[in-house]
């Protein structure tokens, strides 16, 4: 089993940027892909960014040019950098892991105000 813990959400103005991490505990996430996803208010959960174990990266036609998902094996931890925030972007933002199974940390919320 692994857990996951999201944080470095806020309030940020429109243009703006923040620094979302994903920190695993329970076992080492090294060896696997993980992702971010995303929930605005009444829509269906979103595929934010992926990050493969040996670094490669994929994103989201949306948030392409914008984000930078990386990760730091060390710490057991992800990230993901959101520049040139959208108001659009406003959604609680979701690191996940598949070990097997699908493993969800809580979320941390991010508004972008216009």
């Known amino acids: 089993q692994v857990q996951l813990v999201e944080s470095g959400g806020g309030l940020v103005q429109a243009g703006g940027s923040l620094r979302l991490s994903c920190a695993a505990s329970?076992?080492?996430?090294?060896?696997?892909?993980m992702k971010w996803f995303r929930q605005a208010p009444g829509k269906e959960r979103e595929f934010v960014a992926r990050?493969?174990?040996?670094?490669?990266?994929y994103y989201a036609d949306s948030v392409k040019g914008r984000f930078t998902i990386s990760r730091d094996n060390a710490k057991n931890t992800v990230y993901l950098q959101m520049n040139s925030l959208k108001p659009e972007d406003t959604a609680i933002y979701y690191c996940?892991?598949?070990?097997?199974?699908?493993?969800w940390g809580q979320g941390t919320q991010v508004t972008v105000s216009s």
């Open positions: 996940n892991v598949n070990l097997g199974s699908d493993y």
């Open positions: 329970g076992r080492s996430v090294s060896w696997y892909a």
């Open positions: 990050i493969s174990w040996s670094g490669s990266t």
